[in-house]
Every structure is written in structure tokens, then in C-alpha cells.
């Protein structure tokens, strides 16, 4: 059975930091993209990051680039999100995903394999 676990969110000041990890188990996990998304209240779900089988290469999306920071722990099955200089607007349910494969890369959320259950990013003024 394949499960993705997201863990490490909470709520945080605005320029304050959070670390996201996802432990995944029931997969072979460097056989897929991986990748964070995030649905903000009142938006759809949008593509944060992703990252390649062997992590070597990442995309990170225009609004947080430069703030965040997408890697992979393949030994550990484990897939982490790094945010920095949180905003308000960042503010989102964070969701874990797994792809064998992407004709963009990363992928779209009906092209997504596997998902996990989200964690919940709270930033405040």
C-alpha cells in the first residue's frame, strides 16, 4: 500500500521559516517526481515545486522562488520543502505528490500519482 506523509507544518510569523517533510513508504521512491503543491483558501490547487528522480533538477514556481527550497532525501524515501521569508499569502494546505513521469517536468494535478493527505501552513501578520 502507498502512503505519503507531510509533516512540519503550523502556524509562523510572516518572514519566519517552516521545514515540510514527506515520508513515503509502499513505493520505490527514486522511480518518481516528486513534487509540493499547495491550495491557498479560495483558490485552486497550483503547482509549488518539483523535483527529478535523482535530484539533480528542480522547478521552483515564479511566486516563491528564490524563497523556496525543494530536495530529496532518496536513501530516506523522504521529500522536504524548505520556506523561508513565509508571507501571508503563502497560507495554504500543502500537499505531497508522486509522478512516474511528466511531459513538462512537473506535473499537473490530473497527471498525479499518488498524493498525500496535506499539511496545514498558516502564516500570520
Known amino acids: 500500500q502507498v502512503q505519503l506523509a507531510e509533516s512540519g507544518g503550523g502556524l509562523v510569523q510572516a518572514g519566519g521559516s517552516l521545514r515540510l517533510s514527506c515520508i513515503t513508504s509502499?513505493?520505490?521512491?527514486?522511480?518518481?517526481?516528486m513534487g509540493w503543491f499547495r491550495r491557498a483558501p479560495g483558490k485552486e490547487r497550483a503547482g509549488v515545486s518539483c523535483i527529478s528522480w535523482s535530484g539533480k533538477t528542480t522547478k521552483t514556481a515564479d511566486s516563491v522562488k528564490g524563497r523556496f527550497t525543494i530536495s530529496r532525501a532518496n536513501a530516506k524515501n523522504t521529500l522536504y520543502l524548505q520556506m523561508d521569508s513565509l508571507e501571508p499569502d503563502d497560507t495554504a494546505m500543502y500537499y505531497c505528490a508522486a509522478v512516474r513521469s511528466s511531459p513538462n517536468f512537473c506535473p499537473a494535478s490530473r497527471d498525479v500519482r499518488y498524493w498525500g493527505q496535506g499539511t496545514q501552513v498558516t502564516v500570520s501578520l
Open positions: 509502499g513505493m520505490t521512491f527514486d522511480d518518481y517526481i
